[in-house]
Every structure is written in structure tokens, then in C-alpha cells.
């Protein structure tokens, strides 16, 4: 008796182990794993993305496949390092570098909300690497990206050697009207004096205008110290691939200028704020008033 029940619980269990194997062996979809989540190959310039065997994707490449713009993984693990340990659409398994992948499905009817950044009394600081803090090169120069409740703003400092040319780009994806006044607007000087550096009458300006007005003799970086280093943040994604809402800005100063206005949920704005220029400036700081939230910026000039 015994031995028949042995064999009964035998066959029970491989009746339901066996249609289980089974569905993993099938082409038919099968649920993503606990913790695991979709995720959208950004390309990021390149014709493909290469996946691989090994997580560190050590030269020369161990290729499992190569993926496609726009084509849907499932991200299985997340060990933080350079690599997502993914399953392709295809059944495939490997390893691709996190900035080729963003969160989310690219048909999902779900909006996905993109990281911002913590606002502290009403300033939210750009840092490199941080939530809500993004950097990309634009007409070559670099553009510091911040995101807060829904605001974008975009920065990218110049030096002509006459005035610096501060582009500046708002887009509103928050639910209500924001203001802003670029007479507000401020850029302090920190190094190698620390004084306040005027906004600039665009009017003003044009009475005054020069030919220097078309050069760029230096383009501000991010300096080292805003390097964003709490290690507590762990995002769930790679970096997301964040807009370029900067326009080319046109050479005279009245058609570029960033003129003062409301924006209405989903709009954008962007143009050109003119401040005073120190002979030498090295580390600035530039502060983009918008409602009642500060966008603050560090820039720095590579120093000759």
C-alpha cells in the first residue's frame, strides 16, 4: 500500500511539474519574473546595440545577438554595475551596457514619469548622475537637463568674449500654467571672485551689438564637484534618453532672445538670456526662476 502511494504522489507531482517545463520550452510567452521589468533599446547614435555572454562585455565581444532601436527586452537582474542581465523577445539571454536601454515598453498606453529631482526649500541643484539631472552635447556645447514636478529646464553657457550667451530651454509637462521672466534669471560668479554677473537687457544689447556677438570662444562644462555621490539612489532603469528641447538660436539678439511668458501644460519655450562677462571666469552658478520652483545650474570654463 505504501508503495502505491509513492508512486500516485509521483505521478501527481511530474503531472504538474512536466506541463510547466513544457510551457518554458514553448514559444509561448511566459510571465516575467518577480522584480524583473520591460525595458526599450536607445541606440544612442548607434546602428545596433550588442548583447552579450558576459556582464563586464569584455573585449573581444562574446556576441549572444545584437538589438534593434526600439526593440523590448525583459530586464531579469540588476547587479549596478555596467550591464542589465536581459531576455530577448526572441528568447535569447545576455548582457547589455545600461545607457542603451530605458524603462517601460514603448507601446505601453502608461505614460512612464521620468526621474526628477529632489526640490530642497524650492531650488532643485543639477549634479551629474543624480535623479532628474541629464547632460548631452548640442552644437557643441554641453547641455546641463533638470527635471523637477514636471518642468524641464536646459542650459548651456558661452563665453563670446563680450557677453555670456546663456541658452535656455523651459518645457512644462506638469498639470498647470508656469511663469518665468528671464530678468530674473541670475549667473554668479564663484571663481576666481565671487560677485554677481547682471542679466543683460536684450534691447540694450542690440543698441550696443558687435560682431563678437557671433563667436564662442569657450563653452561651459559641469565642474567636478557636482558629481552626484549618494550611493543610496539606485535607479530601477537605465538613463533615460532626455529631449533636446534647445533650438538653434539665430544671430541677431532681438530674434533669439528669451522672451518673459506662461507656459501651458505640454508647451516649450527656448531662446537666448545675455549676462555681464568677467574677464576670466572660471566656476559660475546660474539660477533659472520658474513659478515658484529655482532651477540652479554649476557651469565651468576650461581654464587656458
Request: with cysteine.
Amino acid at each position: 500500500m505504501r508503495n502505491k502511494l509513492l508512486i500516485l504522489s509521483t505521478f501527481v507531482s511530474l503531472a504538474v511539474t512536466l506541463p510547466a517545463r513544457a510551457a518554458e520550452n514553448s514559444g509561448s510567452s511566459v510571465g516575467a519574473a518577480p522584480g524583473a521589468f520591460l525595458g526599450t533599446v536607445v541606440c544612442r547614435g548607434l546602428g545596433n546595440v550588442p548583447v552579450t555572454a558576459d556582464a563586464e562585455q569584455a573585449l573581444p565581444l562574446q556576441l549572444v545577438g545584437r538589438l534593434n532601436c526600439g526593440d523590448e527586452v525583459t530586464v531579469l537582474s540588476d547587479s549596478e554595475g555596467y550591464t542589465f542581465n536581459i531576455r530577448t523577445a526572441d528568447g535569447k539571454y545576455g548582457y547589455v551596457a545600461r545607457i542603451y536601454l530605458s524603462e517601460g515598453s514603448a507601446n505601453s498606453p502608461k505614460e512612464h514619469r521620468a526621474p526628477e529631482a529632489v526640490v530642497d526649500n524650492g531650488i532643485a541643484r543639477w549634479q551629474s548622475g543624480a535623479p532628474g539631472s541629464d547632460e548631452f552635447w548640442s552644437d557643441g556645447s554641453l547641455v546641463e537637463s533638470l527635471r523637477a514636478n514636471g518642468i524641464t529646464v536646459q542650459v548651456s553657457l558661452q563665453d563670446t568674449g563680450w557677453k555670456l550667451r546663456a541658452n535656455v530651454a523651459i518645457a512644462n509637462q506638469s498639470d498647470a500654467p508656469i511663469h518665468f521672466d528671464p530678468a530674473g534669471f541670475t549667473l554668479d560668479e564663484l571663481k576666481p571672485r565671487l560677485r554677481t554677473l547682471a542679466y543683460q537687457n536684450p534691447r540694450e544689447l542690440a543698441k550696443a551689438l558687435t560682431h563678437q556677438v557671433y563667436w564662442t570662444n569657450a563653452s561651459a562644462t559641469a565642474p567636478a564637484s557636482s558629481t552626484y555621490m549618494n550611493a543610496v539612489y539606485k535607479t530601477s532603469a537605465a538613463v533615460h534618453a532626455t529631449p533636446n528641447y534647445l533650438v538653434a538660436a539665430a544671430q541677431p539678439v532681438q530674434s533669439s532672445v528669451l522672451q518673459p511668458g506662461t507656459l501651458a501644460p505640454k508647451e516649450k519655450s527656448s531662446g537666448v538670456a545675455w549676462f555681464e562677462r568677467d574677464k576670466s571666469p572660471q566656476q559660475l552658478n546660474l539660477r533659472i526662476f520658474v513659478g515658484d520652483q529655482i532651477f540652479e545650474f554649476p557651469l565651468s570654463f576650461p581654464q587656458h
